[in-house]
């Protein structure tokens, strides 16, 4: 049966994330995250992709991105996955051995400034409820601690509304399952993304 074409609205960023096939890793080392930060920038050059956030787990990751058009997303991360693919087996040797993701990635809309805010503060704060760092900041692989790659090429555009001047404790403060829950919903169940608390009362 054929895929359904995907339909986006112009205009609007969206959460985008991707796990390993059987929730198993997708980095084993530090290279591989170079490698998907790399494969981020050739295919952002190549599309026009902005890039708002992003956050890179041992078994998945998460991006917000915002296309100038529709069509823009899924050419960008076509260009990503099968660039990221490539480099992966054959820095690991493992082409033809299996899928290295679950599936097809799967993004939400982001319709109005509070959700972009609430979802980045998501993003950034996944390794800190994940309880591998201190602050969100100290995790290496997401956009608190790297805005390039190893050879200087930026990854992020300036947000569609004005970041926080106090962003990083509002990332760094406890969330309520009241604030993740609808997001990590919306993603789950490929539905939008209908309501979030304020950032400000996390």
């Given at each position: 049966m054929p895929r359904r074409r995907r339909v986006y609205p112009d205009g609007l960023a969206f959460h985008v994330i991707n796990r390993g096939n059987r929730r198993g890793r997708i980095f084993l080392e530090p290279a591989d995250y170079e490698d998907f930060l790399n494969s981020m920038a050739t295919a952002a050059a190549r599309t026009g992709m902005r890039v708002l956030a992003f956050c890179l787990m041992?078994?998945?990751?998460?991006?917000?991105?915002?296309?100038?058009?529709?069509?823009?997303?899924?050419?960008?991360?076509?260009?990503?996955?099968?660039?990221h693919i490539r480099?992966?087996?054959?820095?690991?040797?493992?082409?033809?051995?299996?899928?290295?993701?679950?599936?097809?990635?799967k993004s939400v809309a982001i319709e109005d400034e509070r959700q972009l805010l609430a979802v980045c503060r998501y993003v950034n704060a996944n390794p800190l409820?994940?309880?591998?760092?201190?602050?969100?900041?100290?995790?290496?692989?997401?956009?608190?601690?790297?805005q390039a790659t190893e050879d200087g090429t930026e990854l992020l555009t300036q947000w569609p509304c004005p970041r926080p001047a106090d962003w990083l404790e509002i990332v760094n403060r406890?969330?309520?399952?009241?604030?993740?829950?609808?997001?990590?919903?919306?993603?789950?169940?490929?539905?939008?993304?209908?309501?979030?608390?304020?950032?400000?009362?996390?």
């Open positions: 041992t078994n998945h990751w998460h991006l917000v991105v915002w296309p100038r058009q529709s069509r823009d997303l899924s050419g960008y991360m076509q260009q990503l996955m099968n660039r480099v992966h087996q054959r820095r690991h040797g493992t082409s033809g051995t299996g899928h290295i993701y679950q599936g097809r990635f409820r994940a309880g591998l760092v201190d602050r969100a900041e100290d995790w290496q692989w997401s956009d608190l601690s790297r406890p969330q309520s399952e009241k604030m993740v829950s609808p997001i990590r919903s919306a993603i789950v169940r490929a539905r939008r993304l209908v309501s979030v608390a304020k950032h400000e009362k996390g």
